[in-house]
């Protein structure tokens, strides 16, 4: 069964720009989490999203944002690109309500932003 | 709401020794809670997770956490570091009502580094 995957692996934009990062979640699974690991600033809740809406989003401007899918994969959109925007995006899919369901985690996608 | 604390940002060990990474949580529900492990330049991996059946918990390479409700913790333990453990740990809180969708909480990270 294939897990999460994320595409771009690698992206390099210039400021200003707009970024679009992709992700597929595990079959099945139809909760998907954006997070922004940043060099030295740990991993930051961006986005959450299950069943097409968006439940609950992190302290980031509103250039940050996204949708679900109907297939449940989620697309990233970040406007305006800044210098530091640059880090690595991780998406991570889960299912629905069980207790003690794990979230799974692709890969990431490396933005740089220059 | 619910908190995630991981109480030591880094923490060095020298190889054979002991491991601890101490996690501290609040959660209006009943809680999931889990450790990831981030090696440099990799996506996070589940070392384990805490199912309410047992609170002494048994994960991949070794490592261990005990679920202490009283205590509100969920410190991860290994009888003795290996080199390749070196790497970003993560405490994680999941919650919510049974049958709704669940948010992830994250600790900020502890690094794990082990010393020859």
């Known amino acids: 069964e294939a897990g999460v995957t994320q595409s771009p692996t690698h992206l390099i934009k210039t400021r200003g720009q707009q970024a679009t990062l992709r992700c597929s979640p595990i079959s099945g699974h139809t909760s998907v989490y954006w997070y922004q690991q940043a060099l030295g600033l740990g991993l930051q809740f961006l986005l959450w999203?299950?069943?097409?809406?968006?439940?609950n989003r992190g302290n980031f401007p509103p250039r940050f944002s996204g949708r679900q899918f109907p297939n449940y994969s989620s697309e990233l959109n970040v406007n305006a690109l800044e210098l530091e925007d640059s880090a690595l995006y991780l998406c991570?899919?889960?299912?629905?309500?069980?207790?003690?369901?794990?979230?799974?985690f692709g890969q990431g996608t490396r933005l740089t932003v220059v | 709401a619910q908190s995630v604390t991981q109480l030591d940002s880094h923490v060095s060990v020298s190889e054979g020794t002991p491991v601890l990474l101490r996690c501290n949580y609040s959660?209006?529900?009943?809680?999931?809670l889990f450790w990831y492990v981030q090696h440099p330049n990799k996506g996070l991996q589940l070392l384990l997770k805490y199912t309410s059946a047992a609170t002494l918990v048994k994960g991949i390479n070794g490592f261990e956490a005990e679920f202490k409700k009283s205590e509100t913790s969920f410190h991860l333990t290994k009888p003795s570091a290996h080199m390749s453990d070196a790497a970003e740990y993560f405490c994680?809180?999941?919650?919510?009502?049974?049958?709704?969708?669940?948010?992830?909480?994250f600790g900020s990270g502890t690094q794990l580094t082990v010393l020859p």
């Open positions: 959660s209006s529900y009943s809680p999931s």
């Open positions: 999203y299950d069943e097409g809406e968006e439940r």
């Open positions: 991570a899919s889960s299912s629905l309500g069980a207790q003690n369901t794990e979230a799974f």
């Open positions: 994680v809180v999941s919650e919510g009502e049974l049958g709704s969708a669940r948010q992830l909480t």
